[in-house]
């Protein structure tokens, strides 16, 4: 009977994670994990699953659902033409290279050590968000050589280290390298098929000690199932929401919010 509410519970708390993070992925074109992972730190942690090892179980779970949700935007975006398989295939080893060594990084971190790269990373990404320009350019062509082989394992390392997909960093490196945006977004759907697969493979094979049921390895069931779900259902409502509102405030305005989510886990994390 314990298990139950507390299923039932979890669940709730997973549909209304996983509406808000695809209005979000939708609206704003940023990933679901950038709000995931704090979403699902809270709420593992109200449910009395607080452990050395929670951040781990969140950056997985995240990581698994943006298989699902990356394949399908990919997948979108290839019919409409969108996608620069030149850039997604010359920056595949790099990208992959880097996840792998960001996962068993993780997989070595405890929640504390999680938590102050998760919140200043996010801080990183909330700033751009508010305060980055859709002109700014550092070059008129995506980099080459060394360069790329300098940024494309660090983007699969960051992404990693947060959950996330390869939209919050692969857009505004695409579009600092003078891609159009729309051509960066469908782009970094196919990033986050790079960093998610190899990550998530591994973590399944990483046990932690205090798990709510019906998880596997780092991977919780319930989570990813629900929340895969809620995205598929509310990224659509997001994007017919985009047409019709300010996207490029609404962004600063997440930018703020992100900032203050990290913010406070990093005031958590210090014991404040």
Not at 39 to 68: E, H, K, N, R, W
Not at 140 to 157: C, N, Y
Not at 235 to 248: I, M, Q, V
């Amino acid at each position: 009977m314990e298990n139950t509410t507390l299923l039932i519970e979890m669940g709730l708390l997973l549909l209304v994670i996983g509406a808000f993070a695809g209005v979000l992925a939708g609206l704003l074109g940023v990933g679901g994990g950038i709000v995931l992972v704090p979403a699902f730190f809270y709420a593992f942690s109200a449910l009395g699953f607080d452990s050395p090892q929670l951040m781990q179980m969140c950056l997985a779970t995240s990581l698994a659902t943006i298989i699902v949700t990356s394949l399908r935007s990919l997948n979108a975006h290839h019919k409409k033409g969108s996608v620069d398989w030149d850039v997604l295939r010359t920056w595949a080893p790099g990208i992959v290279v880097g996840a792998i060594l960001g996962v068993f990084l993780v997989s070595s971190l405890r929640t504390l050590s999680l938590q102050l790269i998760f919140g200043g990373l996010a801080i990183v990404v909330g700033l751009y968000m508010t305060f980055g320009r859709n002109h700014w350019r550092v070059a008129q062509a995506m980099p080459r050589g060394w360069a790329r082989a300098a940024l494309s394992p660090l983007l699969g390392f960051l992404s990693v280290l947060m959950g996330i997909g390869g939209g919050s960093f692969g857009v505004p490196v695409m579009s600092l390298y003078n891609t159009p945006i729309h051509r960066a977004v469908a782009t970094a759907a196919g990033f986050g098929v790079l960093i998610a697969v190899p990550s998530v493979i591994v973590l399944l094979f990483k046990q932690i000690a205090v798990a709510p049921p019906l998880t596997i390895g780092s991977v919780n069931l319930v989570a990813f199932g629900l929340v895969v779900a809620m995205t598929l259902i509310t990224a659509p409502w997001g994007a017919a929401l985009a047409h019709r509102t300010d996207a490029t405030r609404l962004k600063r305005v997440f930018g703020v919010f992100l900032v203050l989510v990290a913010l406070n886990m990093l005031r958590k994390a210090v014991g404040w």
